[in-house]
């Protein structure tokens, strides 16, 4: 029996892949390129934020988000879930504050039936942007992303994303500048959180992935 292999670089890989795809038609999708640039973001979020395990990126998430870490011997700090200017879904953490030890409750803790349940999108986007969950090795760092890449992506992923996954029959349109502005965006924090964040260990060669990146953001960028 012939077996598939899938896996989160493998899925990445076939994201990008399919973006080379919609590039060299004659008439290219961007509507797709969008769609698949967004899936291709949400994968390596993903994969920066997990390290060598799946336990900050599963189970279901305080309403709050307030988490309390405390970094080698540097006192503890918390952060919580804060608004960001002109997005109504999306938002980011707070700058760190000090904060005093949390305590500890010994008490055992069944086993979520939500452990397998993936983090949303917008949890992804504001847990990369912290030294909370993006310091996982000695030359990892947090990525920067604006207020206003913030929106792009939160309409990229309402306004698109979801409405490609859940498309109801009716006339749809969106500019091709906002599709290719809101694709290159997310190639640029892919090629970030992938080869620049120090938080990804690449268990084979990445260069085939990190030139397939350059190749479709150097297409999309002369389209």
């Given amino acids: 029996m012939k077996l598939e292999d899938i896996g989160n670089f493998i899925l990445i890989e076939n994201n990008l892949v399919h973006i080379d795809f919609e590039l060299n038609r004659e008439q290219p999708s961007y509507f797709r390129i969008a769609k698949e640039a967004h899936h291709a973001l949400y994968r390596s979020m993903v994969e920066a934020l997990r ?3 799946n336990i900050s990126i599963t189970g279901r998430r305080d309403k709050d988000r307030i988490y309390k870490y405390k970094l080698g011997n540097n006192p503890w700090m918390e952060i919580r ?8 879904s999306a938002w980011r953490f707070s ?13 055992s803790i069944e086993k979520s039936a939500h452990d397998d349940f993936l983090i949303g999108f917008f949890d992804a986007l504001a847990m990369i ?6 310091s996982k090795y000695v030359h990892s760092r947090p990525l920067n992303v604006h207020d206003n890449e913030i929106a792009i992506l939160e309409w990229l992923h309402e306004d ?6 859940h498309f109801v029959p009716k006339l749809y349109t969106a500019a091709v500048s ?7 965006l997310c190639l640029r924090l892919i090629q970030e959180l992938l080869f620049e964040s120090g938080n990804v ?6 260069d085939g992935l990190k030139n397939l ?4 953001s150097s297409k999309l960028g002369s389209s």
Avoid: W, Y
């Fill in 81 to 88: 879930k804060t608004n960001v200017a002109g997005c109504k």
């Fill in 129 to 134: 942007q912290t030294e909370c969950f993006m």
């Fill in 160 to 165: 698109i994303r979801n409405e490609f996954e």
């Fill in 95 to 107: 700058e760190p504050i000090q904060c005093d030890e949390p305590q500890i409750q010994n008490e």
């Fill in 178 to 184: 906002d599709l290719s502005q809101a694709s290159v």
């Fill in 51 to 53: 390290g060598t395990a």
């Fill in 213 to 216: 990146i350059r190749e479709v």
């Fill in 201 to 206: 260990i690449h268990h084979s060669s990445p």
